[in-house]
Nanobody, 115 residues
Framework: VQLQASGGGLVQAGGSLRLSCTASGSIFSFIELGWYRQAPGKQRDLVAAFISGSSTNYANSVKGRFTISRDNAKDTVYLQMNSLKPEDTAVYYC??????????WGQGTQVTVSS
């Protein structure tokens, strides 16, 4: 299954963006589906993800500001990002993990938050 991410861009601090990640197959097959980010010179870290269906996991730094959601009919997962901060600047990657398979990564979408 391939993942296609979109929705990044340039926004001022305090603004909002919504990222989308559409799978080429059913997202029901994923045991983990969500978003990671990587800032320059840093490791790729979890932002938010669905775990085993409807359970969610968020990085502490985004709790209360970011919301992950999904539309099963569209095989799409979203990341609504509000109250963006300059430290949210990174390349955001969609990741999906299926049983007995290596994780699938989307191509990454740049999010830049200006101060």
């Amino acid at each position: 299954v391939q993942l296609q991410a979109s929705g990044g861009g340039l926004v001022q601090a305090g603004g909002s963006l919504r990222l989308s990640c559409t799978a080429s197959g059913s997202i029901f097959s994923f045991i983990e589906l969500g978003w990671y980010r990587q800032a320059p010179g840093k490791q790729r870290d979890l932002v938010a993800a669905f775990i085993s269906g409807s359970s969610t996991n968020y990085a502490n730094s985004v709790k209360g500001r970011f919301t992950i959601s999904r539309d099963n009919a569209k095989d799409t997962v979203y990341l609504q990002m509000n109250s963006l901060k300059p430290e949210d600047t990174a390349v955001y990657y969609c990741k999906g993990t299926q049983y007995y398979r290596a994780p699938s990564w989307g191509q990454g979408t740049q999010v830049t938050v200006s101060s």
